[in-house]
């Protein structure tokens, strides 16, 4: 399918969903428990019963902030949250697709490892991707974007494409509940990597385009929480099935 956006609409959209992931950013570093400090109330609520599905003030003040942000400078865009309702109404074109804040539990618990995605999708496929990482040394953090055409940049700056071979030594992210689905095949295993868990959909997504890791295996993910990072691999030379 041919996509009739200019990349030069696209290269516009991509700074502005960069700009809103690094200020997203800031807003969940604010909030973040630190445990030589004051932690700020979180409002933990659940929203399913088994209260494995948490969503706190920082998912909901993110998800506010972008929304605003969205709405004023495109109004005539689609926008779908997680923590939004999903209206009945017909589909723009355009639509931007938000996690603002992927990888909860970690988040309330002080564990930080956790992103704001933002993905941008037309008719339906990724075209560009937004996604703050929170990073050792990097203030606020990593920003990781691109859009369809225009390739990958991390905080603005250019990065090659992926291009290596499956290494034994080097890392892989699975789900927790992998081990007790499935099985590496034996030749496979050998050269698949050693495994680690993060717990958020987003953050694997984005080691992968960055060649942190060499690949990820996704279970259960929701659109918000791949769109973003969908776009991005699509630039880096990633494969995904």
């Not at 699975?174 to 698949?192: H, T």
């Amino acid at each position: 399918m041919t996509l009739d956006l200019s990349s030069n609409y696209l290269a516009e959209i991509e700074t502005f969903a960069t700009e809103l992931a690094a200020h997203s950013g800031e807003i969940l570093w604010r909030l973040f428990p630190n445990p030589l400090g004051t932690p700020e109330d979180l409002n933990v609520r659940f929203k399913d019963s088994q209260k494995r599905d948490p969503v706190t003030r920082a998912d909901n003040e993110v998800q506010d902030y972008l929304v605003s942000k969205i709405k004023t400078a495109y109004p005539d865009h689609g926008v779908l949250g997680e923590e939004g309702e999903i209206e009945d109404e017909l589909v723009p074109d355009i639509v931007w697709v938000l996690d603002p804040l992927d990888g909860t539990r970690n988040f309330m618990y002080g564990f930080p490892v956790f992103a704001c995605s933002i993905g941008v999708l037309y008719k339906g496929i990724p075209v560009c991707g937004a996604i703050f990482l929170p990073w050792p040394g990097v203030t606020p953090g990593l920003l990781i974007h691109a859009s369809k055409g225009n390739g990958i940049k991390i905080n603005q700056i250019t990065i090659p494409s992926i291009e290596k071979k499956l290494d034994g030594k080097a890392i892989i992210t699975i789900p927790g509940s992998f081990p007790d689905m499935f099985r590496f095949d034996p030749v496979f295993a050998k050269q698949s990597g050693e495994p680690r868990l993060s717990g958020s959909i987003a953050y694997e997504m984005s080691m992968v385009a960055m060649g942190v890791t060499q690949f990820a295996v996704i279970s259960g993910g929701k659109l918000w929480d791949i769109a973003g990072a969908f776009a991005i691999l699509s630039e880096s030379g990633c494969q995904y099935r």
